[in-house]
């Protein structure tokens, strides 16, 4: 199984948490507990995640998708408390410091048996690729890149099932026709449209939400 905890977002759907511009997810798959950027302010993030019970110090891999603040503000806060991490960042973000192991991505990458990187697209940024029975989960920081881009690199592990994190501009809604479910939050400009194009397929975001694969609407974690 694997669980997603949207730790930090733009909006909240619970009263306990903060919500701020960013984006950061803890994510559980293949064996390996995963924080997917980090969200624009450390103490938002470390506050976030504590309420969210998660450990910082069980996350074991950290995968930053760009090197925009709102996506890696609150790294050092973390590394400060947790150093013994992996950090996946791409191949143009340099200043990483403190973490027991940096690994700049520029090609396609495969991390482990479940987890890919797209590599470094053109926009500077990276998707994560999570293997699974139905298909890959794909998470994305802002989609800088356009989602075509990214759906071209994440395709060649097979089908997608789902993608969920910011998706900016997006609105070309065909794109998502072959994709199972979708979580566009943070940045994403057309969230309405989307749900309105795609109801069985949209599941809202913001911090505090929760999503397993495979998928029960409103898993409690
Ligand atoms: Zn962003
Ligand atoms: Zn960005």
């Known amino acids: 199984m694997i669980k997603i905890k949207i730790l930090y977002d733009n909006t909240s759907c619970r009263k306990d948490l903060t919500s701020d511009w960013g984006f ?7 064996g390996r507990h995963i924080l997917f950027d980090t969200g624009s302010d450390g103490h938002i993030l470390m506050g976030n995640m504590r309420r969210m019970q998660v450990e910082p110090s069980v996350i074991d891999m950290v995968f930053i998708s760009h ?8 790294l050092a806060s973390f590394l400060h408390d947790n150093p013994d991490v992996d950090v996946y960042v791409p191949e143009s973000l340099r200043g990483v410091k403190r973490a027991r192991n940096i690994v700049h991505v520029s090609a396609p990458l495969r991390i482990s048996e479940t987890l890919f990187s797209t590599g470094e697209l053109p926009g500077n940024e990276q ?3 999570i293997a699974s029975p139905e298909g890959s989960v794909v998470i994305v920081g802002c989609s800088h890149p ?4 990214i759906k071209e690199a994440a395709s060649r592990n097979g ?11 997006f609105h070309q809604y065909d794109l998502l026709e072959d994709v199972d479910l979708v979580c ?3 940045c994403t400009r057309f ?14 975001g913001g911090a505090g939400r929760c999503v397993t694969i495979p998928y029960k609407p409103d898993a409690a974690l």
């Not at 950061?24 to 293949?30: D, F, L, N, P, R």
């Not at 356009?146 to 881009?149: D, I, P, S, T, V």
């Not at 089908?159 to 501009?169: A, D, F, R, S, W």
């Open 159 to 169: 089908k997608i099932h789902m993608i969920l994190g910011g998706l900016h501009e």
């Open 146 to 149: 356009g989602l075509e881009r």
């Open 24 to 30: 950061s997810a803890y994510i559980e798959a293949g």
């Open 67 to 74: 090197n925009h603040f709102d996506h890696i503000g609150g």
């Open 191 to 204: 969230i309405k449209g989307i749900a309105e194009h795609f109801p069985e397929k949209y599941i809202p």
């Open 127 to 129: 998707a994560l690729i």
């Open 184 to 186: 566009p939050t943070h």
